[in-house]
């Protein structure tokens, strides 16, 4: 690659002002892997319609254009960290499904970056960027793709009706397109599913503000004037849906609430599930209080103890994390989820419902232990993105020549080789027909563009959208 600076590309699903994780998590990836101006860094995300905009982001926040957006992007980063940003933007058309409550790309959003260009992409959900994909394979285009699983879908998809059975499609999918499109997987945690030669490592940090709120608990712990760094309780944070731990913490508290006599509990979020939570909680004995949600680092937060989270859907926890920077302490389920935060002394892991009520008692009589400077590095996204660099393998990129397009010099290759050739030319094919686009769930009309997008991002019309505008899927 001669002198030039290596180019990562990082590709994700969400973005902000929609507080989800692969919207904060990759901005972060991509401000500390641009920070010592080694390498050129690139975050592209997804550009929504006006129409789609109103269906997903919060408090009625929209934007007239992507340069718009952009600005909002990097005023929320550049408030976070201690450095000037030095990565670039880019924008992929996309819509919103309201149906899978999900943002999915449009067209082929792999020629958002110039072939000259294309060194690494890093798919942050790789399984939910390349679903329904049609265009050229990432494989090709990259000289190494490098995919970060997010999520557990097939957790999710098990407590839908007759959800194990659309699990073990969705699991076959996934697989298929990651292994068709990636050279190299990274998990978070072994909460997610299995992909073959896949690593398991959270490359994710938190937030720089958690920390420096939990310097300050450090500096209150060490004065010795007699100030409780810690005034309040047990609380709890989250997205409301009974699938993000409010099921099983409600069921926790209501087993045992002879057990936990006295105890006082803040649930904070909001979700579609609001209302019969704040109803569930009403039927409990104990005093059980329900508030809306906010931002974790909000000043309401800073003086918990005790963070509960029995939540076994997360694949690494981002409020987990944030509650052990700053300090706390945390009771968690021993779930693989929660297996990077065993090496912090203040989280707790529990196994049953004994288990719980026992760590639960013992983390309000007790003082969280102070973290330590290696303790709160290794919980930095300057040591995320050590770990990452570390399993990248980046090195390799010089090295590794693009693959050849499927079907070509068909005799020269290995079996394995041609089989994933095929299959990859199968998925490019079954992809390319609206019908079966359909059948497979994708987006009405997701095929390429249309016009008002291509206008909004300075795209090429193609012939075949001109005059269109797509509506919002409803379905």
């Given at each position: ?154 957790e ?15 699991k ?38 958690f ?27 989250g ?38 939570v ?51 302490i ?9 297996d ?36 709160r590095?290794e ?52 992809l ?44």
């Amino acid at each position: 690659m001669d002198n030039k600076k290596q180019h990562i590309a990082i590709f994700t699903t969400a973005s902000l002002p929609w507080m989800t994780g692969t919207a904060v998590n990759p901005l972060f990836r991509a401000a500390f892997l641009a920070k010592d101006g080694s390498r050129k860094v690139t975050l592209v995300i997804p550009w929504l319609s006006l129409q789609h905009q109103k269906l997903v982001y919060p408090n009625n926040i929209t934007f007239a254009s992507p340069s718009e957006q952009q600005v909002y992007v990097r005023q929320w980063v550049q408030e976070r960290v201690s450095f000037s940003p030095g990565f670039s933007i880019r924008f992929y058309p996309a819509k919103f499904a309201v149906d899978k409550r999900s943002i999915l790309a449009v067209g082929d959003i792999s020629e958002v970056i110039p072939d000259e260009e294309a060194d690494v992409a890093v798919l942050e959900e790789p399984e939910h960027l390349t679903w329904f994909h049609h265009g050229k394979r990432w494989k090709t285009k990259f000289r190494l793709v490098i995919g970060i699983i997010h999520t557990n879908y097939l957790e999710y998809i098990k407590r839908e009706k007759n959800g194990r059975i659309k699990a073990m499609g969705v699991k076959f999918i996934n697989s298929w397109v990651v292994e068709i499109y990636c050279h190299k997987v990274i998990r978070l945690s072994a909460a997610t599913q299995d992909y073959p030669n896949s690593i398991i490592c959270n490359v994710h940090g938190v937030n720089p503000k958690f920390l420096e709120i939990g310097k300050k608990k450090i500096e209150l712990q060490q004065s010795g004037n007699g100030n409780q760094a810690f005034t309040k309780g047990a609380y709890y944070i989250g997205k409301m849906v009974w699938s993000k731990g409010f099921k099983e913490l409600i069921k926790l508290l209501q087993d045992n609430q002879k057990e936990l006599i006295g105890l006082e509990v803040d649930l904070y979020g909001s979700g579609e599930d609001s209302d019969q939570v704040q109803a569930a909680a009403k039927k409990l004995d104990l005093v059980v209080r329900v508030y809306p949600g906010r931002d974790h680092a909000d000043p309401v937060f800073h003086d918990y103890k005790v963070f509960l989270n029995p939540s076994t859907t997360d694949v690494v926890c981002t409020t987990t994390a944030e509650a052990l920077a700053m300090g706390k302490i945390v009771v968690c389920a021993n779930h693989p989820s929660n297996d990077f935060f065993k090496q912090f002394p203040n989280c707790r892991t529990y196994d049953n419902s004994n288990g719980f009520v026992e760590a639960t008692r013992k983390a309000l009589t007790e003082e969280p232990a102070e973290l330590t400077g290696a303790q709160r590095h290794e919980l930095s996204w300057e040591a995320a993105t050590e770990r990452f660099l570390r399993v990248a393998d980046l090195d390799q990129v010089s090295a590794r020549k693009p693959a050849k397009s499927p079907l070509k010099s068909f005799a020269s290759i290995s079996l394995s080789t041609r089989m994933e050739d095929v299959s990859a030319y199968l998925h490019h094919v079954a992809l390319g027909f609206e019908t079966s686009r359909r059948a497979f769930g994708a987006i009405p009309g997701s095929l390429q563009p249309d016009e008002e997008q291509c206008k909004e991002l300075g795209l090429a019309i193609p012939a075949a959208t001109q005059g269109s505008k797509d509506p919002v899927d409803k379905s």
